[in-house]
T-cell receptor, first 111, second 112 residues
Framework: DAGITQSPRYKITETGRQVTLMCHQTWSHSYMFWYRQDLGHGLRLIYYSAAADITDKGEVPDGYVVSRSKTENFPLTLESATRSQTSVYFC??????????FGSGTRLTVV | SQKIEQNSEALNIQEGKTATLTCNYTNYSPAYLQWYRQDPGRGPVFLLLIRENEKEKRKERLKVTFDTTLKQSLFHITASQPADSATYLCALNSNSGYALNFGKGTSLLVTP
């Protein structure tokens, strides 16, 4: 099906573990984004990408790594998970100057 | 610092009335402003985009205004319905480029 898919939907991991959240879109949108959403903070931008092999830091990039080897995929890796990274993570994609299409989110709990 | 402010208090209105939500911003020079709807447990859904040279935009029962002098956008839902109950987010492109920064959202509850 066309759209933007995030996986897993839910994840529980231990402090210090590496975790990768996946994001796949089928529209060939140039732009892709990762946000985290926490109570009291709203949506905060982690990383974004204008095209394959082009990525930029957002507001809260520390502790996260991204890659974009293919236009359709934009995985987010937590190198060594901490409890403060417990959050809901949303991936989004868009064409230029258009609205974003968001995935359903990944609820990550770090214990 | 850059700020996007939306009323943190929930807005409760009666079905059939017009809901008006406010978005104020500081230290932005946005090329456009966007509004999104978010339901519990779901990702935000894009509603409307308005550009800096546009004063008003409409889509069905939705209307958005954009005043770059006041640094404010108003989002109206006319003839509101209980199905309109959700959190509404305002977003602006950051000064550095195309990525959006979001306000914290305003929760709207429409009662029958």
């Amino acid at each position: 099906d066309a759209g933007i898919t995030q996986s897993p939907r839910y994840k529980i991991t231990e402090t210090g573990r590496q975790v990768t959240l996946m994001c796949h879109q089928t529209w060939s949108h140039s732009y892709m984004f990762w946000y985290r959403q926490d109570l009291g903070h709203g949506l905060r931008l982690i990383y974004y990408s204008a095209a394959a092999d082009i990525t930029d830091k957002g507001e809260v990039p520390d502790g996260y790594v991204v890659s974009r080897s293919k236009t359709e995929n934009f995985p987010l890796t937590l190198e060594s998970a901490t409890r403060s990274q417990t959050s809901v993570y949303f991936c989004a994609s868009s064409g230029q100057n258009y609205g974003y299409t968001f995935g359903s989110g990944t609820r990550l709990t770090v214990v | 610092s850059q700020k996007i402010e939306q009323n943190s208090e929930a807005l409760n209105i009666q079905e059939g009335k017009t809901a008006t939500l406010t978005c104020n911003y500081t230290n932005y020079s946005p090329a456009y402003l966007q509004w999104y709807r978010q339901d519990p447990g779901r990702g935000p859904v894009f509603l409307l985009l308005i550009r800096e040279n546009e004063k008003e935009k409409r889509k069905e029962r939705l209307k958005v205004t954009f005043d770059t002098t006041l640094k404010q956008s108003l989002f109206h839902i006319t003839a509101s319905q209980p199905a309109d109950s959700a959190t509404y987010l305002c977003a602006l492109n950051s000064n550095s480029g195309y990525a959006l920064n979001f306000g914290k959202g305003t929760s709207l509850l429409v009662t029958p």
